[in-house]
């Protein structure tokens, strides 16, 4: 059975740093590229980041420079490193992984103030 668990969100003030972790179980995490996704009260879900197998790694334009996408494949765990966090950044976050089908955990709440 599939399981990704997030964890590290929380509040935090606009110029924080928040680290968010994915621990994935039932899959072979390191044939599989991960994902951010967020979804923002009213919005719907967009892309935020991609890391892949080799490591290669993508974000969207807003968070560039800010957030870093890394994996850990010894212990099967995805995170993603949150700078410079803007009111906007506001959302639930979910990790993604994706093979020939996709598996989303539960999420996990990142709320900044300004």
């Known amino acids: 059975q599939v399981q990704l668990v997030e964890s590290g969100g929380g509040l935090v003030q606009a110029g924080g740093s928040l680290r968010l972790s994915c621990a994935a179980s039932g899959i072979i995490f390191s044939n599989s590229s991960m994902v951010w996704h967020r979804q923002a009260p009213g919005k719907q879900r967009e892309w935020v980041t991609t890391?892949?197998?080799?490591?290669?790694?993508d974000y969207k334009d807003s968070v560039k420079g800010r957030f870093t996408i890394s994996r850990d494949n010894a212990k099967n765990t995805v995170y993603l490193q949150m700078n410079s966090l803007k009111p906007e950044d506001t959302a639930v976050y979910y990790c993604g992984a994706i093979r020939l089908r996709a598996d989303w955990g539960q999420g996990t709440q990142v709320t900044v103030s300004s």
């Open positions: 890391i892949t197998p080799g490591g290669s790694t």
